[in-house]
């Protein structure tokens, strides 16, 4: 065999080998769902997955010229696909508030992809050290805004992404806004454990009532890195509940596992954070 062929089947064993198919065939029309960071990576594949199962989906975005071309890649792409973008910098309280009082009628998934990772140290509108402040604080807030209009359309979840690099991180109270001794990694990793923390008091808070969200933790499995022909790639998490199954993007480039004890669908992909 050629070089190449060999290349060819080491790459068609690996994905039969990590990345199992995902045959859900569950429709959602009728819902609605809002995906952060919507118009590329993880989040533009959920909203393609969540368009083609019928719900209509709001691709919320900072840049709303990347968020209509999203939306337009996906209704091209799916046969009467419902798709809208709107803009939302999750930088800014005031965008989020006037984002949140354009959601009204019923929301059924709030997907908490966007995100920034290790960037020079900067700061949000209202003054917080960025990546805190857009990955946990703006999505925080926005979770606020739209928890009754959750609760009130239930069945209904929240489902927030998080990273591996959560369990590098520490909450510094002392310092949240990174003042003191800003590092761009170590920024990172705590506003992913916040993203956590958030998520399972927000568990316990809407325990035994109709809106669920992402619960408790990650996998004792998972590894941080992934190697691939030399190639060291960044992996990301998103957790959600297994009886919301149907959310799952396509089997690329995520690979699904499900722990039947726990009932959550774990989902990694090679991405970069939006």
Same mark, same amino acid.
């Not at 071309?69 to 696909?81: C, F, N, Q, S, Y």
């Not at 800014?92 to 709030?110: G, M, P, V």
């Not at 920034?116 to 606020?144: M, R, W």
């Given at each position: 065999?050629?070089?190449?062929?060999?290349?060819?089947?080491?790459?068609?064993? /690996?994905?039969?080998?990590?990345?199992?198919?995902?045959?859900?065939?569950? &429709? !959602?029309? /009728?819902?609605?769902?809002?995906?952060? @960071? /919507?118009?590329?990576?993880? *989040?533009?594949?959920?909203?393609?997955?969540?368009? $083609?199962?019928?719900?209509?989906?709001?691709?919320?975005?900072?840049?709303m010229v990347k968020g209509e071309h999203?939306?337009?890649?996906?209704?091209? =792409?799916?046969? /009467?696909?419902?798709?809208?973008?709107?803009?939302?910098?999750?930088?800014?309280?005031?965008?989020?508030?006037?984002? $949140?009082?354009?959601?009204?009628?019923?929301?059924?998934? !709030? %997907?908490?992809?966007?995100?920034?990772?290790?960037?020079?140290?900067?700061?949000?509108?209202? *003054?917080?050290?960025?990546?805190?402040?857009?990955?946990?604080? @703006?999505?925080?807030?926005?979770?606020?805004?739209? !928890?009754?209009?959750?609760?009130?359309? $239930?069945?209904?979840?929240?489902?927030?992404?998080?990273?591996?690099?959560?369990?590098? *991180?520490?909450?510094?109270?002392?310092?949240?806004?990174? =003042?003191?001794?800003?590092?761009?990694?170590?920024?990172?990793?705590?506003?992913?454990?916040?993203?956590?923390?958030?998520?399972?008091?927000?568990?316990? &808070?809407?325990?035994?009532?109709?809106?669920?969200?992402?619960?408790?933790?990650?996998?004792?499995?998972?590894?941080?890195?992934?190697?691939?022909?030399?190639?060291?790639?960044?992996?990301?998490? %998103?957790?959600?509940?297994?009886?919301?199954?149907?959310?799952?993007?396509?089997?690329?480039?995520? &690979?699904?596992?499900?722990?039947?004890?726990?009932?959550?669908?774990?989902?990694? *992909?090679?991405?970069?954070?939006?």
């Amino acid at each position: 065999l050629g070089a190449s062929k060999v290349k060819v089947w080491f790459v068609q064993f /690996g994905k039969s080998l990590f990345i199992p198919k995902w045959s859900s065939d569950v &429709r !959602l029309d /009728g819902k609605t769902a809002i995906v952060t @960071g /919507g118009n590329t990576g993880i *989040g533009k594949e959920t909203a393609k997955d969540l368009a $083609a199962r019928g719900a209509r989906v709001i691709l919320a975005c900072r840049d709303m010229v990347k968020g209509e071309h999203a939306a337009k890649d996906i209704m091209r =792409e799916v046969k /009467g696909a419902k798709v809208v973008a709107r803009q939302l910098d999750l930088a800014d309280t005031k965008s989020i508030c006037q984002f $949140a009082e354009n959601i009204y009628n019923t929301l059924h998934y !709030l %997907i908490n992809n966007a995100g920034v990772a290790i960037c020079p140290y900067s700061k949000t509108v209202d *003054g917080f050290e960025t990546q805190f402040g857009v990955n946990h604080l @703006g999505h925080f807030f926005l979770t606020f805004l739209l !928890l009754d209009l959750l609760k009130h359309s $239930a069945p209904s979840r929240v489902i927030n992404l998080s990273s591996a690099a959560h369990a590098l *991180g520490r909450i510094q109270f002392d310092d949240l806004g990174g =003042e003191k001794n800003y590092h761009p990694v170590k920024a990172y990793a705590q506003s992913k454990l916040a993203n956590v923390l958030f998520t399972r008091e927000l568990a316990k &808070r809407t325990e035994g009532e109709a809106c669920s969200c992402l619960l408790r933790g990650l996998w004792k499995d998972m590894r941080v890195f992934s190697v691939c022909f030399s190639v060291l790639m960044h992996e990301k998490w %998103i957790c959600i509940s297994c009886r919301c199954e149907s959310l799952m993007p396509r089997p690329q480039p995520l &690979r699904a596992k499900i722990q039947s004890k726990e009932k959550h669908v774990c989902c990694r *992909g090679f991405l970069k954070d939006e």
